[in-house]
């Protein structure tokens, strides 16, 4: 399995969520988020110290998949979530060492394969 997690502009997102659907990706965690990509700096103030540090709101997605599902998860992300200009976001891929269901303690592949 396979933890993605994807940084993209608020802006974008319920086309990320429709590609993710029309991809048949159903679980997923959205949480709103900071963060900097480079973009040109700006004097701010954090904890009394001066920083030189832009930080934009972006939307993280976080979904668990079966290894076969991650080239259909990304390929919507990458898709749905591109403008061309700078800032667009980030995709990264993480190995997940293992994923119960809860409710049935069901683990691993069997966890993370939608049900219903
Ligand atoms: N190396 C990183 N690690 C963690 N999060 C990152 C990283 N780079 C970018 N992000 C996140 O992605 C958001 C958007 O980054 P951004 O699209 O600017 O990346 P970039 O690599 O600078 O690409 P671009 O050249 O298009 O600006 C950032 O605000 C931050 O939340
Ligand atoms: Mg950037």
Redesign the pocket.
Known sequence: MKLVVA?VRPEKLTDVLEALFRAEVRGLTISR???????TERVTTYRGSTVKMEL?E?VRLEIGVSDHFVEPTVGAILTAAQTGE?????IFVLPVERVYRIRTAERDEAAVTPVG
Do not use: L, P
């Open positions: 940084i988020v900071q963060g900097h990509g480079g973009e934009s972006k700078v800032g667009d976001g980030k």
